[in-house]
């Protein structure tokens, strides 16, 4: 599922399927390198929980 924020030109992207949250960074960090997308994890900036 993606999200669109066009006032900011942020995009959100949910996938679904992950082991774990740790699981799931991994593959998306993997992601991004690869598609030359700078990308920076809220994991990375705090263990917040998810919110649903």
């Given at each position: 599922?993606?999200?669109?924020?066009?006032?900011?030109?942020?995009?959100?992207?949910?996938?679904?399927?992950?082991?774990d949250?740790?699981?799931?960074?991994?593959?998306?960090?993997k992601?991004?390198?690869?598609?030359?997308?700078e990308?920076?994890?809220?994991?990375?900036?705090?263990?917040?929980?998810?919110?649903?």
């Amino acid at each position: 599922m993606v999200f669109l924020a066009e006032d900011t030109n942020g995009m959100v992207i949910h996938l679904n399927g992950f082991d774990d949250k740790r699981h799931a960074d991994n593959f998306v960090k993997k992601l991004m390198k690869k598609s030359g997308i700078e990308y920076n994890s809220i994991l990375d900036l705090t263990e917040l929980p998810t919110l649903h």
